[in-house]
């Protein structure tokens, strides 16, 4: 754990329109640990998460990811918007994988991850094929690199859509509902996936409703409700004692 955290949010606000989604998230994610994010349908779990990518930006407070503002420069007092290839450099240090997994349809497993290195980075395809191999492996994908998308099942394609995340080497991995699309017999190899990436030290957020995942790998848990972090600690402690009675009643219909 380094002194700076990762990702910090301090009086975080984010409005559509009339709609205020975010009132003022403060939260802290430190180096190397696994943050779980929780609550109900519609608090703003992942427009935090899109925030943080800055996919949206937000409208009030400040939140940083390794010590640099998301989206603007500070000069003094001042807060400059950055360019739009600034930006884009921000987001290459992120992964993130969602619900959905947004494979390329017309690529095959390999080729899907190869892609951004390649792409983006200006990577050689030999240097990028040897990652996406390694990765493919280690998400136990070895004997499926050659194949497309329509010829996996929901999990496999999920792994490949966190190995691909994974080949730009991010120092941050935003994960929201990544196993909640999947028939529950594949999800448990999505969650070994995690946990070996868990204990490799990468720092996750991950967005849940599989409680005891957040309970064996999480060390930090936060539950929100309508736009604010409602109450945060260790999972055990969350989930094992809540204190407030909105988290009790989110966690009586979800455990
Ligand atoms: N692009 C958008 N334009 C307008 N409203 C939006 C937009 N994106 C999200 N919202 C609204 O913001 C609120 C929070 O949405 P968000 O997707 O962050 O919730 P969530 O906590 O991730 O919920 P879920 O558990 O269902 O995924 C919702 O009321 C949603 O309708
Ligand atoms: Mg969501």
Redesign the pocket.
């Given at each position: 754990m380094t002194g700076q955290p990762m990702v910090k949010a301090e009086g975080v606000h984010k409005s559509?329109?009339a709609?205020h989604?975010l009132r003022g998230i403060d939260l802290e994610v430190r180096s190397g640990e696994v943050f779980c994010l929780v609550?109900?349908?519609?608090?703003?779990?992942?427009?935090?998460l899109r925030c943080i990518n800055h996919l949206e930006r937000i409208d009030g407070g400040r939140l940083s990811v390794d010590g640099r503002l998301v989206g603007y420069r500070q000069q003094g007092e001042r807060l400059y918007e950055l360019k739009d290839s600034e930006v884009a450099a921000q987001r290459r240090d992120i992964g993130m994988v969602f619900q959905r997994f947004n494979l390329f349809p017309h690529m095959t497993a390999l080729a899907n991850v190869m892609e951004a290195p390649v792409q983006v980075k200006g990577e050689t395809k030999a240097v990028a094929r040897e990652r996406a191999q390694r990765l493919l492996d280690r998400v136990g994908l070895s004997d499926r690199m050659h194949n497309y998308p329509s010829q996996l099942s929901g999990g496999q394609q999920q792994r490949v859509a966190i190995a691909r995340a994974l080949a730009m080497e991010p120092k941050l991995m935003l994960f929201?509902?990544p196993t909640s699309a999947l028939d529950p017999e594949l999800v448990g190899d999505v969650l070994d996936v995690m946990r070996d990436l868990a204990e490799s030290g990468m720092t996750m957020i991950v967005?849940t409703h599989e409680m005891g995942f957040a309970r064996e790998v999480g060390d930090s848990l936060v539950f929100?409700d309508g736009g604010v972090v409602v109450e945060s600690g260790h999972p055990r402690d969350v989930l094992g004692n809540p204190q407030h009675d909105r988290t009790k009643a989110f966690l009586s219909k979800v455990l």
């Open positions: 559509y329109g709609a989604i609550g109900p349908s519609g608090s703003g779990k992942s427009t935090f929201d509902e967005v929100m």
